[in-house]
């Protein structure tokens, strides 16, 4: 019951952060949508990640960490060429 709890909320989340990725204009907005993106394929991910013999895998959990690692580094990629982009055409991107 709760892996399909947490399959629907991530479902949703990316759902929602797909959705900011498609509507909205502003790129710091953007980048905060494909993270709710992101988290949600972690939650789907990490919900559905039991073995066979209803053991716990650690193998799913693993990957999700180092996803983690990786969105926090691409996140401040993203964030440093939005800030970048500012300072040179002292302009808010995507609008």
Excluded: W
Aim: charged share 10%; glycine share 12%; aromatic share 8%.
């Amino acid at each position: 019951m709760e892996g399909s709890l947490y399959t629907a909320i991530g479902i949703a989340m990316f759902g929602i952060g797909l959705f900011g990725v498609v509507a909205l204009a502003q790129a710091m907005k953007k980048i905060l949508a494909v993270n709710i993106c992101g988290v949600g394929i972690f939650m789907i991910f990490i919900a559905n990640s039991t073995a066979v013999n209803g053991s716990v895998d650690y193998v799913p959990h693993a990957i999700v960490l180092t996803g983690i690692v990786v969105a926090v580094a691409g996140t401040a990629l993203a964030l440093s060429l939005v800030c970048r982009i500012y300072d040179k055409t002292k302009q808010q991107v995507g609008k």
